[in-house]
């Protein structure tokens, strides 16, 4: 199986920063894209950025230029600066993963850091 875990989350004032950190273990054979998505109280999950095998990376919405995604073999980070209170939510890491050569990339989640920022 694989296993995706979070890291880094925690409570910050308004203008801080955090680093977010997921690391993949597990039959990590061949990990494709890398992502980070969140999930405001009373929202859906959204995706926040993804990052490629390749380092290519996507943002969405308007967290870009705040928020930085990078990746190191089997870990994805997101450096987050100037929080505001409207990035209170819970961060997941995404990955998509071969297990083995002979099976298809599968999606998996981790279980959530909590990111609060309080005024």
């Known amino acids: 199986q694989v296993r995706l875990v979070e890291s880094g989350g925690g409570r910050v004032q308004a203008g801080g920063s955090l680093r977010l950190s997921c690391v993949a273990s597990?039959?990590?054979?061949?990990?494709?894209?890398m992502a980070w998505y969140r999930q405001a109280p009373g929202k859906e999950r959204r995706l926040v950025a993804e990052?490629?095998?390749?380092?290519g990376t996507r943002y969405v919405g308007p967290m870009k230029g705040r928020f930085t995604i990078s990746r190191d073999r089997n870990s994805v980070y997101l450096q987050m600066n100037t929080l505001n209170t409207e990035d209170t939510a819970i961060f997941y890491c995404?990955?998509?993963?071969?297990?083995?050569?002979?099976?298809?990339?599968?999606?998996?989640w981790g279980q959530g850091t909590q990111v609060t920022v309080s005024s």
């Open positions: 990052i490629d095998s390749d380092g």
């Open positions: 597990g039959a990590t054979f061949r990990i494709g894209t």
């Open positions: 995404h990955a998509t993963v071969k297990m083995s050569a002979y099976t298809p990339f599968q999606e998996f």
